[in-house]
């Protein structure tokens, strides 16, 4: 069984930064997708990032680009988002998420049959 943990989420005043990790195991595929998604009340799943472990194969949401840095440790099976510059839009609950490498699209949440319970970022202005 799949199991994903995030961990970093928080309080932070604009313009700072914060990191957030998600831990998985049980994963027996050696290559798949792990992203990040975000959630504000009463508003759909938002993509935030994506990575294809054991590549170099990434994507960031258009509207964040430029403030995200995503990564994964193939060996502690982490992945990691720093974001910078942040603003009040940015509060949410933010969730690790992963699935098969194969097919799919990085930016569909139904896409991906895997999940963690998601941690609280809120960004004070």
């Known amino acids: 069984q799949v199991h994903l943990v995030e961990s970093g989420g928080g309080s932070v005043q604009a313009g700072g930064s914060l990191r957030l990790s998600c831990v998985a195991s049980?994963?027996?595929?050696?290559?798949?997708?792990m992203a990040w998604f975000r959630q504000v009340p009463g508003k759909d799943h938002e993509a935030v990032a994506a990575?294809?472990?054991?590549?170099?194969?990434?994507y960031y949401a258009d509207s964040m680009k430029g403030r995200l840095t995503i990564s994964h440790d193939n060996a502690e099976n982490t992945l990691s988002l720093q974001m910078d510059n942040m603003n009040p839009e940015d509060t949410a609950m933010y969730y690790c998420?992963?699935?098969?490498?194969?097919?799919?699209?990085?930016?569909?949440?139904?896409?991906?049959?895997?999940w963690g319970q998601g941690t609280q970022v809120t960004v004070s202005s």
């Open positions: 998420a992963a699935r098969p490498a194969k097919g799919g699209i990085w930016h569909r949440h139904g896409d991906y049959p895997w």
């Open positions: 049980g994963v027996t595929d050696n290559r798949y997708w």
């Open positions: 990575f294809l472990t054991r590549s170099t194969i990434k």
